[in-house]
């Protein structure tokens, strides 16, 4: 595109014509204005044809999860409560994909509020079953190729777990990197924006310039540009070393996910070795259900002052929960977890590139009640570590199985370099 | 002292002189060694002869708060609980420092873990008067010309109101400006590195060092180098301009106090509005309370756990209070603060360079049981401002009462220069 080869426009119709074909069955988007996304496409083509510089992301289609906020499209959080919105300008991350020249092509299903209770999206490889969530219209429209690149979020495991179940690269970047003014707020401290794609360079692409300091994040900073695409572009210095970390919550992963992790032990050899965390590490699920709960319990308070009646039930017991929590528990949480940090660090610094682990229990579950289990995501989420999900496996039943590789905060772009390595490695 | 016409030695043993001579009665000293002190300083001599570059508080004494950690020193904290406690390491502030070149002189007495029980330190002015709290060793040291510069802290008006008391200058920099690890830890969001000194020119030497980054203490970030010094011998380029603010707490103020304010108004003239707050400033000493408790609850967990007994009734009260705040109602009250900043940016980027109003309702308060009131400290500590106390004014009874000046964050070397603007003015 960036030569000329293929317009905006022409890559825009392909998009559309792909959505015609699937998004009957696959319903993906919340809200798509096919004349507004072509307008885009034209815009973007014609401001190529001025000869002015052009950005990274030109004339690139994204999907947008719809609790991140358009000010030229609805952005309805996935709840009848927030029906009809219409919000008056972006979300920061919009911002900075109309800066690097995307074309914001639509508005992608989210579950209620980017919590449990699903949408009517379905999965792209078996309608059957579901997409995973709360992401389940960027992971399902990317996997479906209705579009090459979509933003999401993840709480608990909102990108990994849907990129698994729909076979597609997902990225959850350290917490803070990427700024979420705009963005509906569940928990400051478990809140990522999340990102989807088919290949881990157009991952890397899409990932550059969404690394910005906003002072409306407070955990947000100033820092130096992050090269992506040139860093995954590189081979590591040396063969990466993974510690492949079954989790407390191994008994949950399915026959063929744990048959599927040995022959990818084995595949990798002396490149990997098992790592058994530290006790506290046990500790992280209650601490992310505390601070998360606690946290959502008021960022949802006017929801729940003025229409209770119309949250799932499952998001008001949530509530419920939180608006119980004690200032002292979740402060003792927080603390609690500051230490975590410095151990995983350590564990990074002596031996290992990154933590390999599931990226969910297993394939998508049938049925699409449920969006499938996040317990996985929950400790790397709840540390602010970076995760992807490599789609590199398939379970008994055919459907797509991601591998999820953690590295240290700060070390995006190294993680998906080693990513890259690993899928050369296992492909071999 | 730069030039050698003083040397190190000399100013110490001056220093200790005075001790000998006024501390049996002020009794500001926690720990203080005359001969580690002496050979302390006899080393600062012995470097500066050697011809190396020396630092910018070469050879200077320094009080240290005893909540503050020395590696040299015992820092108990305030508390029987605490008793011995000798840490292995100096506080981030006491690196800086003697970075600087300065001596840790000793350690002043703090109330109880910086909170409201007193230690034994009386007044400067006067014996029979409270000397304020909890810095309050630092402020009398200070004021009895025992130690030209000392550190003490703040977590509600634990600076502003001893420097008000015993008439010296005390400094509350922005929130996360000056590191605070190795200090004593009551409350994240309110706690900060508080300054004396004799001179605001003083201050500025004192603070200059102290300002740095820590990634230990997540409220500080990279900045660039404040050059407090040299702002503050500028001439302000216009005359400031202050708003008066009564702030909802005028009521407590004595009526000497308000003859001073009014007087020193009348004598500001067309540089001087009185401004009242937006509405929501009335709730902040709610939510000060609220997340300041909280937050003890946890931060004294272990000594509420080991030794409740050993508290004093008072803190046992607040931290009994600060365990029952619920996390909607601390998240709640930090919720709310933040808009409040924004509206504070207003004023000062409007029309104001200085908030003028009281340090403390009025004089010291006679006896040593209680340290006074900080209600007129709370806001400002609250919302992370720098506030400034000028020893400027008198009460009746001729002791010591301060004007404080509360700037816009990271207006800090500002706001020193307006006050010492203010002081000229005033003197005219």
Request: glycine share 10%; net charge neutral.
């Amino acid at each position: 595109m960036r030569e000329g080869a293929v317009s905006a426009q022409e890559y825009m119709d392909a998009c559309l014509a792909r959505v015609r074909e699937v998004d009957g069955q696959v319903q993906a988007w919340a809200f798509l204005d096919p004349d507004h996304a072509r307008a885009q496409a034209r815009a973007a083509d014609e401001y190529r044809l001025s000869g002015q510089a052009i950005g990274p992301l030109h004339g690139v289609p994204v999907g947008i999860k719809d609790i991140i906020d358009t000010g030229d499209m609805p952005t309805e959080n996935g709840s009848v409560l927030h029906a009809g919105r219409t919000p008056s300008r972006d979300a920061a991350v919009v911002t900075l994909l109309r800066a690097a020249g995307a074309v914001i092509m639509g508005k992608t299903v989210t579950t209620e509020f980017a919590t449990r209770s699903p949408g009517k999206t379905r999965n792209p490889h078996n309608p059957e079953h579901t997409p995973g969530g709360s992401s389940s219209g960027s992971a399902a429209a990317v996997g479906a190729g209705m579009v090459p690149l979509a933003l999401g979020s993840q709480t608990t495991g909102s990108t990994i777990r849907p990129a698994s179940f729909c076979g597609v690269w997902g990225f959850k970047p350290t917490h803070g990197l990427i700024p979420r003014p705009g963005m509906f707020m569940l928990s400051r401290t478990c809140d990522h924006v999340g990102l989807f794609a088919r290949t881990v360079e157009d991952l890397a692409l899409l990932a550059e310039p969404l690394v910005a300091f906003d002072e409306r994040d407070l955990d947000t900073r100033p820092r130096a540009r992050i090269p992506f695409v040139e860093v995954v572009g590189e081979e590591p210095p040396l063969p990466p070393m993974f510690a492949f970390v079954k989790t407390p919550q191994w008994r949950h992963a399915a026959d063929d996910t744990k048959a599927a992790f040995a022959e990818l032990v084995e595949k990798l050899g002396d490149r990997v070795e098992e790592v058994e965390l530290f006790p506290s590490a046990s500790e992280a699920w209650t601490w992310h259900q505390i601070i998360s709960e606690a946290e959502m319990a008021v960022n949802l308070e006017l929801e729940w002052e003025k229409g209770r009646d119309r949250l799932s039930e499952h998001l008001r017991a949530r509530i419920e929960r939180g608006r119980g929590v004690r200032a002292l528990d979740y402060l003792r949480a927080l603390s609690r977890l500051r230490p975590v940090y410095g151990t995983f660090r350590e564990i990074f610094e002596q031996r290992y590139d990154a933590i390999l682990t599931p990226a969910a229990p297993g394939t998508a579950p049938k049925g699409l009640a449920s969006t499938g289990e996040p317990v996985f995501s929950t400790l790397w989420t709840l540390c602010g570590m970076p995760a992807v999900s490599v789609p590199l496996m398939q379970g008994e039943n055919g459907l797509p199985l991601g591998v999820q590789l953690v590295g240290p905060r700060d070390g995006d772009a190294r993680l998906l370099r080693t990513a890259r390595w690993l899928v050369g490695r296992v492909a071999k």
